[in-house]
């Protein structure tokens, strides 16, 4: 099955630098993944996804790159803000296919103001 | 997209006892999957739900500890049996809708 590795575990940044987050997968038959936000005592929030026939994707201060071949992909957030505090999930599917998301570990992110 | 209405939102149960979690799903949907996030952990998928058929449960996971059933194709329940302090956790059910997933709000269960 699907595994996903997430680096790093926590992450530190001071507000207005740059937050990257990067995920590996096994499963080359993934075709989408998305990235969930979740705030303390809350179920995860899609913040962007990609699918397998992208290989960027940006929505404002949030981009996700996507390497098919090295099997990883990555999110990046811009001019973070104390509010980018949260704890942030990885995953990845054969969403054509129906399948579950398989999850990476989480990174928990805190911006300093 | 697919709107799930997942109850209870959250409880507070005695050690040996159990609990069923439902949800329903504003539309049809072939699979359903239940997941468990327990604290401070990523989510971890229990079992896949397929209405007509037994749930696939992932390793770790078993039937006679988390029996589901799927009696139509938009309503499921996943019941946590015989509890311990273990199973504090949160437990979500997710289907596939649109172009990605969804999620019910989630069930924080506290073991005591």
């Known amino acids: 099955g699907e595994n996903v590795e997430q680096h790093p575990s926590t992450l530190s940044v001071q507000e207005g630098d740059s937050a990257v987050i990067k995920c590996t997968y096994s499963?080359?038959?993934?075709?989408?993944f998305p990235w969930y936000k979740q705030e303390l005592g809350k179920r995860p929030q899609l913040i962007i996804d990609?699918?397998?026939?992208?290989g960027e994707k940006k929505d404002q201060r949030i981009a996700v790159t996507l390497n098919k071949t090295a099997k990883h992909f990555s999110l990046h957030i811009t001019e973070t803000q104390p509010e980018d505090s949260a704890v942030y999930f990885c995953?990845?599917?054969?969403?054509?296919?129906?399948?579950?998301?398989?999850f990476g570990g989480g990174t928990r992110l805190m911006v300093k103001p | 997209s697919a709107v799930i209405s997942q109850k209870p939102s959250r409880d507070i149960c005695q050690r040996g006892t159990s609990l069923t979690i439902q949800c329903q799903v504003d539309?049809?949907?072939?699979?359903m999957f239940w997941y468990r996030q327990q604290p401070g952990q990523s989510l971890t998928l229990i079992a896949t739900?397929?209405?007509?058929?037994?749930?696939?449960?992932e390793s770790g996971f078993v039937i006679d500890k988390f029996p589901i059933s799927r009696p139509n194709l938009t309503f499921s329940t996943l019941t946590v049996s015989n509890m311990s302090p273990e199973d504090s956790s949160i437990y979500l059910c997710?289907?596939?809708?649109?172009?990605?997933?969804?999620f019910g709000s989630g069930t924080r269960l506290t073991v005591v």
């Open positions: 997710s289907v596939v809708a649109g172009n990605g997933y969804t």
């Open positions: 499963d080359s038959a993934s075709n989408y």
């Open positions: 990609i699918r397998s026939n992208v």
């Open positions: 995953a990845a599917s054969n969403l054509n296919a129906g399948n579950m998301l398989t």
């Open positions: 539309s049809q949907v072939t699979m």
């Open positions: 739900a397929n209405q007509g058929s037994e749930a696939t449960y």
